[in-house]
C-alpha cells in the first residue's frame, strides 16, 4: 500500500459522469483517478513487443507500418488523427569497408553478431550495418591519430605533442560532446576520414557488466547514430526553415552546410582495440586515456594504416509523423502539444519506442475520459514523430511548416524519448518548473511507492553528501533540504523539442526516466531490443506507467487550468543565476589567460615537458577584454521584480483573467532575436540553444557565453545588449499583465 490516497476507480468515473451530465465543476483528483486506471503496463509491454519486432529506420516498411498501427489506434481512441508526410534527404549506406592495411591486412566492420538469448538480434532482415548518417562519401586509406573525444581540448593536447591530423584518418571515442561533432572537428583540422567507437569506460564493462550477462555494451556492439551539423540546424538539410514538402524549394547536397564532407564510420570497441595495438608516439595518460585493456598511444606514423570506404544512396525518403487531435470545449484556439518519435537505428525498443507506448497509453487514457462525457477545455495535439534519430527532422518539418499557426495557438510542448527505470529527469523551460514538481508530487515511483519528487528529492540530497554524479543543478541540493521545488534543467538537443523552443519560442519541456536502466549499453545498436528492455531497462515497463500518469496528469491539468500554469519567478531566478555564470566565466577566462602568459614567460611548459610526453606550451590567444554585462545585471533584476508581481496577481475575476491571459500569451516568443545566434540563425532563443561544441549540452544566454568561450568579444559585447532586449521584452509583457489585471 502507498501513502497515496485516491479514489476507486468506480467511484471516480461515476462522480466523473455525474459531474459531465450534469455540467457540474469537474473534480480534478476523480478525472486523474479514472485516467490513472485506464493506463496499462500490459497494453505498453504489448504494442513494444509489436513495434520492435522488426528494424524501423526511416524509410523501412516497418516505421510505415508502426505509424499505420497508430493511426488505427488513435482513431479507435475516439482521436481525430492523420497521417502528414514530408519527403527529407536521408542517406543510407550501400557500401561500408573498413580495413586495416598495416601492419598487417585484417577486415573490420560488419554487423553486430546474433546473442543467443535475444531473438531480435537473430532477425536482421531489412536492418542496414552499421553507419552514421550525414557524413561525407569518400575512399581513402591514412594513418590514424587517437583524439581521444575529439574535442577542442583534445586537438589542443595534439599540438602540444606536435601531432597533426591533416591527412590522417582520427580514431575518436563516444562521449564528452555530440557525436556530430567529432567528424566535424576532424574536418577542420585536416583530417580525411573519421572512425567513432563506444570506448568500455563510457558505456561498457566499467559500469555494467556485457550484454547479454548485463545490460553494457558488448565488444561487438556499435552505436550508430547522425552526424549532421545540427548545431547550424536540425530537421531536413535540403530545407531550412521551410517545410520539406513535395513540391519545397531545395538547396543541393553540396551546397547543404549540415551534410559532412569526410567519410566516418561507426565500430566496435572490439576493432577500436586492434587499430588502438599498433599505434605508436607518446603513451595517452590521465582523463583521455579509455578502458581498453592495453597501452594507448596517439599515433600518428605509419605504423597503423587504415582503409575506409563510405558509398551511400542520398536519395529522399518519405517520413510519417501521425497527429492526432481532441479538439477543446471552450479554448479550442490554445493548443497543448504532446510528442515522441517512433522511428528508431535498428529495432528501437529502448530509443524510443519506451517513451511511444507511454504517449501511446496517455492517448488512449484520455480517449476513455472523453468517453465519459469529459472533454479537454484546450484542445490537444498529440504527436507521433517520424524521422527524428537521423536529425529532429519528422518534429522540424513540421514546425516549419506550421510554424505561424503554431505561434498563435501553442500554448506549451511537452515531450519524452527514452524511457527508463529510476529518477524523474525534467529539463525545458522554467517558467514550467513548479508545474513539474507539482506533478511528479502526485505520482508514485513504482519501486519505493513514494512520490517521484520524493525519490528525486531524496536522491539529490543523498548526491550532496556523497558527491555524486547526478543532482548537479545548481541550487539542487538547497532545494532538496529546504523541501521546496526541485530545480530542472537546461534544454539543449538530441529529441523534438528543439524546433519549438529554440526556433518558435514555445514552452517545452522533456521527461523521463532513468538512472537505474542500462539503455547506454545497448544504445543505437542492434541490441536495442524488447529482450534488453524486459531484462535490463525497465522490466515489465512500470515506469512506462508511471511516465503516463505523470505526462498524462500535466497534459490534464494544463488543458483545463484557468491560465497558463506558469511561475515566472523560476525562470527570473534561473535567468539570474546565467547571467553570474557568464560574467564569473569572462573574469575567469581573463585570469586563466593571464596566467597562461606568465608561465609561458618563465618557460614552465618546456622544464615541465618530459622524455616520455614531450610537450610545448599552449598557444598564447592573448588576454580576454573585459565584457560590460551591466545592462544583462540590469534586464535581470527588472525580470525579477516583474515576475514577482505578476507571480502574485492570484485569483481574478473571469473578465480580468481573460485580459491577462490575451497580454501573456505567447509570452516565451519575446526571447527570440530574429537574427538568431551567431553563424546559426535557424536559432533565435536568447536563453536557451544547444552549444555548438557540446551539441546535445545546452548553453544558456547562448549568444554571450559561448561568443566568450570562443573568443569572440566583439560578438559578446553585442549580444550582451541582444540578450538584455528580449529580457526586457520579456518584462514589459509581465507588466503589461499586471496593468491589463488591475484595469
Aim: glycine share 10%; proline share 6%.
Amino acid at each position: 500500500m502507498t501513502r497515496f490516497a485516491t479514489l476507486t476507480t468506480a467511484t471516480a468515473a461515476i462522480a466523473l459522469a455525474a459531474a459531465a451530465a450534469s455540467g457540474a465543476p469537474r473534480d480534478p483528483k476523480a478525472l486523474e483517478a479514472t485516467f490513472d486506471a485506464q493506463v496499462s503496463s500490459a497494453d505498453q509491454v504489448g504494442w513494444l513487443k509489436e513495434m520492435s519486432s522488426a528494424p524501423n529506420q526511416v524509410g523501412s516498411p516497418h516505421d510505415r507500418a508502426n505509424a499505420e498501427m497508430e493511426l488505427a489506434l488513435f482513431k479507435r481512441w475516439g482521436w481525430d488523427a492523420h497521417i502528414e508526410t514530408f519527403q527529407i534527404l536521408y542517406p543510407t549506406p550501400i557500401t561500408t569497408t573498413l580495413e586495416l592495411v598495416a601492419p598487417e591486412r585484417v577486415t573490420l566492420g560488419g554487423q553486430e553478431p546474433a546473442v543467443a538469448e535475444d531473438a531480435s538480434s537473430q532477425h536482421l532482415g531489412g536492418a542496414l550495418p552499421p553507419y552514421v548518417a550525414f557524413q561525407g562519401d569518400g575512399n581513402v586509406t591514412a594513418p590514424v591519430v587517437y583524439v581521444n573525444y575529439g574535442l577542442p581540448e583534445d586537438y589542443d593536447a595534439l599540438a602540444q605533442r606536435g601531432i597533426d591530423v591533416r591527412g590522417k584518418i582520427v580514431l575518436s571515442r563516444y562521449g564528452g560532446g555530440w557525436r556530430g561533432l567529432k567528424p566535424k572537428l576532424a574536418q577542420e583540422h585536416g583530417a580525411i576520414g573519421c572512425l567513432i567507437y563506444s570506448d568500455p569506460a563510457d558505456d561498457g564493462y566499467a559500469y555494467n557488466d556485457p550484454y547479454p550477462r548485463g545490460g553494457g555494451r558488448p565488444s561487438a556492439g556499435v552505436q550508430r547514430g547522425s552526424v549532421q551539423d545540427m548545431t547550424t540546424y536540425p530537421g531536413d538539410p535540403l530545407t531550412p526553415g521551410i517545410g520539406a514538402t513535395e513540391g519545397a524549394k531545395r538547396l543541393t547536397r553540396e551546397t547543404a552546410p549540415t551534410i559532412l564532407k569526410v567519410p566516418a564510420l561507426p565500430i566496435s570497441y572490439a576493432d577500436a582495440t586492434r587499430i588502438m595495438a599498433g599505434l605508436g608516439g607518446p603513451v595517452v595518460t590521465g582523463r583521455a586515456r579509455g578502458a581498453l585493456p592495453l597501452a594507448y598511444h596517439w599515433g600518428g606514423n605509419d605504423a597503423v594504416r587504415v582503409h575506409l570506404l563510405v558509398k551511400s544512396d542520398w536519395s529522399l525518403k518519405p517520413v510519417y509523423d501521425v497527429i492526432a487531435t481532441m479538439h477543446g470545449r471552450s479554448k479550442p484556439d490554445e493548443w497543448i502539444i504532446r510528442g515522441n518519435h517512433h522511428d528508431g537505428w535498428v529495432f528501437g525498443a529502448s530509443d524510443p519506442l519506451t517513451g511511444q507506448v507511454a504517449l501511446m497509453s496517455e492517448a488512449k487514457a484520455l480517449g476513455a475520459l472523453a468517453r465519459t462525457g469529459w472533454r479537454p477545455e484546450r484542445t490537444l495535439i498529440y504527436a507521433s514523430w517520424d524521422g527524428e534519430e537521423p536529425g529532429l527532422i519528422g518534429s522540424t518539418e513540421w514546425v516549419e511548416a506550421h510554424a505561424d499557426e503554431l505561434q498563435r495557438h501553442a500554448v506549451m510542448y511537452i515531450n519524452t524519448d527514452v524511457n527508463g527505470r529510476g529518477f524523474l529527469e525534467a529539463e525545458g523551460s522554467h517558467d514550467l518548473q513548479h508545474f513539474v514538481n507539482a506533478a511528479a508530487r502526485d505520482v508514485p515511483d513504482p519501486r519505493t511507492g513514494v512520490s517521484s519528487y520524493e525519490r528525486l528529492r531524496a536522491e539529490m540530497r543523498a548526491a550532496a553528501y556523497t558527491g555524486g554524479a547526478r543532482g548537479v543543478e545548481p541550487g539542487a541540493a538547497e532545494a532538496a533540504k529546504a523541501g521546496g521545488d526541485l530545480p530542472i534543467g537546461a534544454l539543449g538537443s538530441g529529441s523534438d523539442y528543439s524546433a519549438f523552443l529554440q526556433h518558435l519560442g514555445i514552452p517545452s519541456l522533456n521527461l523521463g526516466y532513468g538512472g537505474e536502466s542500462a539503455s547506454g549499453g545497448s544504445y543505437h545498436s542492434v541490441y536495442d531490443s524488447f529482450y534488453h528492455v524486459m531484462q535490463f531497462d525497465d522490466p515489465g515497463l512500470v515506469y512506462g506507467a508511471a511516465l503516463s500518469k505523470l505526462v498524462g496528469r500535466m497534459v490534464i491539468r494544463a488543458a483545463d487550468a484557468p491560465r497558463t500554469p506558469a511561475r515566472y519567478g523560476d525562470f527570473a531566478g534561473a535567468v539570474t543565476r546565467y547571467v553570474a555564470e557568464v560574467k564569473k566565466l569572462a573574469a575567469d577566462q581573463r585570469e586563466h589567460d593571464r596566467a597562461l602568459t606568465d608561465l609561458t614567460r618563465d618557460r614552465a611548459f618546456a622544464l615541465a615537458s618530459t622524455v616520455d610526453d614531450p610537450t610545448i606550451a599552449p598557444v598564447d590567444r592573448g588576454v580576454t577584454p573585459l565584457i560590460d554585462t551591466l545592462a544583462l545585471e540590469d534586464a535581470a533584476e527588472r525580470l525579477t521584480r516583474s515576475a514577482r508581481a505578476a507571480d502574485a496577481l492570484g485569483e481574478l475575476s473571469p473578465a480580468a483573467q481573460a485580459r491577462v491571459d490575451a497580454v501573456l500569451r505567447g509570452i516565451d516568443q519575446t526571447l527570440l532575436d530574429p537574427e538568431g545566434l551567431p553563424g546559426r540563425p535557424w536559432y533565435r532563443n536568447m536563453v536557451y540553444a544547444p552549444g555548438t561544441l557540446t551539441g546535445y549540452g545546452a548553453k544558456t544566454l547562448p549568444g554571450v557565453r559561448e561568443a566568450i568561450e570562443q573568443r569572440r568579444f566583439a560578438d559578446a559585447t553585442r549580444y550582451v545588449a541582444k540578450t538584455a532586449a528580449v529580457l526586457n521584452a520579456y518584462a514589459d509583457r509581465l507588466d503589461a499583465a499586471v496593468k491589463a489585471a488591475r484595469s
